[in-house]
């Protein structure tokens, strides 16, 4: 079968593969090497390019990250006479090694190259920050963010600190050697890369602070538990928090030591409920109230909160960003020109409490959401929050990337701000739901083996022909080319949209709907669950 496929002959006979790395060739099967030795070009998806780590063309390798890195040095120079750029990565395996591999290639460039001091991992939002801070022409980030470990990222900004565009991303694409030119580079090696300070976490968090909204911190001695998923916001989200005056806020060390490798069972991403299993447990035991969480790279949080049953309720994104956005405009009056930033499958309950702020609706993936805030903040208007469901939101525009320590941040503010009345968060989204409206907004998703798989179900929609989905009548459906999103309106207002995962072999259904109480919006909330699970076989 080696025979049959030329791409895998060449990496086979490449005269700059180490043996071992050969050795890793002869592990593949007919079927892996049809799937992993070919020449397409690398897609950019919703955030950056995401794989597997391997040696095949189709994976994220030393040379991989090195043709790449070639293109985006090209974009730099298109942008600036003098580019200058920072390189980072998370805690996933071999991060440290990719990132040097690509800050040689910008340096062989002529690209001035800035990394976190000693090469140690940094979070996402940070890197976005010191982007704007250093003026900067742009960054790369090595992460992929809750992928399993086995996968890693390419992730690219421009000089505002935003995640290229797809404009840029094109530009980038077209300026990167084709993969039958990957054994060809000719780099000389470089050590003279800038380094951040030592203090580059807690600089950031100095400004942050700065920017929350002044919300009197009437009570900071509740306990809180916090797991990282083991990422790079290890031990400096607590450090934050202490830096805030909150003393009782716990790291969960099961998960908050910096490694590559997961929990047996670990879910790290924090939108799913499953990532909470065991924190929860822990934080029973300790008599924590709160369990906050990160995924791996820091940029997205989520939160349980301890019901005075015993029992947790996890707050989605949607939630999240309701709640950020109405604490934000009850408090913060400098606020003179508000808008919001969400996206089109988010829900829209935010404009019910707000009518008069302008929501700014884009395709999913924060580099569109980020564009409109750079937009607006030229303009001389005033963010409240740019949010998204799966559980990512910036507050601050001190940088262009959603940011978990942000939220975090903040949400602590607003329980401080709470407790003395006796009130936990879910009682600040009942009294909403009484005054605007019952509502729910989530998230359901189903992991396939592959993405044609994954597309086969998202197809079979069309082939749908109802009129009412359990108690709710069909107004409209609709299916959007641009943002490939199939939309069935709901009548009187509310709807369910689905969508094909851009980073992962997930179909995702999102949920806008309303009701008349909040017993009946749970239970149609569930009877829409199932009839999906039935419609899709699973």
Not at 149 to 168: A, D, M
Not at 428 to 443: A, E, I, Q, R
Request: glycine fraction near 6%.
């Amino acid at each position: 079968m080696i025979g049959h496929n030329p791409v895998f002959e060449k990496w086979l006979n490449a005269s700059v593969l180490s043996k071992e790395e050969k050795d890793q060739l002869f592990k593949y099967s007919a079927k892996e090497i049809e799937k992993y030795f070919h020449e397409k070009p690398f897609e950019f998806g919703t955030a950056g390019i995401r794989r597997e780590v391997g040696i095949a063309p189709q994976k994220f390798n030393k040379y991989t990250y090195r043709l790449l890195a070639v293109g985006y040095a090209k974009y730099l120079k298109s942008r600036s006479v003098s580019p200058k750029a920072i390189v980072g990565h998370d805690n996933r395996l071999n991060g440290d090694i990719y990132a040097m591999e690509i800050a040689n290639v910008l340096r062989n460039f002529g690209v001035e190259v800035w990394i976190p001091p000693k090469n140690i991992h940094i979070s996402t939002p940070i890197l976005s920050y010191y982007i704007r801070k250093l003026g900067l022409t742009g960054g790369i980030n090595i992460t992929a963010s809750h992928n399993p470990p086995n996968y890693n990222g390419f992730k690219t900004y421009n000089h505002t600190g935003c995640q290229t565009t797809t404009e840029e991303e094109r530009v980038i694409r077209v300026k990167t050697p084709h993969l039958s030119e990957i054994f060809d580079l000719n780099l000389e090696y470089f050590h003279d890369f800038k380094e951040l300070p030592d203090s580059f976490v807690k600089d950031y968090f100095v400004d942050l602070i700065k920017t929350l909204p002044p919300i009197k911190q009437e009570d900071q001695k509740f306990k809180v538990l916090f797991s990282s998923h083991h990422g790079t916001s290890s031990y400096n989200m607590a450090f934050l928090a202490n830096m805030m005056g909150f003393e009782s806020f716990l790291e969960y060390s099961e998960e908050c030591n910096v490694t590559w490798k997961l929990n047996e069972g670990e879910v790290s991403n924090p939108e799913e409920k499953e990532s909470f299993n065991a924190s929860t447990k822990e934080a029973e035991r300790i008599n924590a109230e709160y369990v906050f969480a990160h995924d791996p790279d820091g940029d997205r949080a989520a939160i349980a909160e301890r019901q005075s049953d015993g029992s947790w309720y996890l707050f989605n994104g949607n939630e999240i960003g309701v709640l950020l956005s109405y604490f934000k405009c009850l408090y913060d009056r400098e606020l003179q020109k508000p808008y919001i930033v969400s996206t089109y499958v988010t829900g829209d309950f935010i404009q019910k409490i707000f009518p008069d702020i302008p929501v700014h609706t884009v395709l999913t993936g924060f580099k569109n959401i980020a564009r409109v805030v750079e937009e607006q903040q030229e303009k001389g208007n005033d963010l409240v929050v740019a949010y998204e469901e799966a559980v990512g939101a910036l507050i601050s525009p001190i940088h262009r990337e959603k940011d978990g320590y942000q939220q975090l941040a903040f949400i602590l503010k607003i329980i401080s701000s709470i407790r003395p009345k006796n009130k936990r968060i879910t009682d600040v989204l009942d009294s909403l739901y009484k005054k605007y409206g019952y509502w729910k907004g989530f998230t359901e998703f189903y992991i396939f083996n592959d993405l044609s798989e994954t597309q086969k179900y998202f197809d079979s929609l069309s082939d749908v022909n109802i009129e009412s989905i359990c108690d709710y009548s069909l107004d409209k459906k609709e299916f959007n080319e641009n943002t490939r999103i199939l939309s069935w309106y709901i009548k009187g207002g509310g709807w369910v949209k689905f969508r094909v995962s851009g980073t992962e072999p997930k179909f995702k259904v999102y949920y806008n709907i309303y009701g008349d109480n909040k017993e009946w919006t749970e239970e149609q909330s569930n009877k829409l669950r199932s009839y999906f699970k039935k419609l899709f076989k699973i």
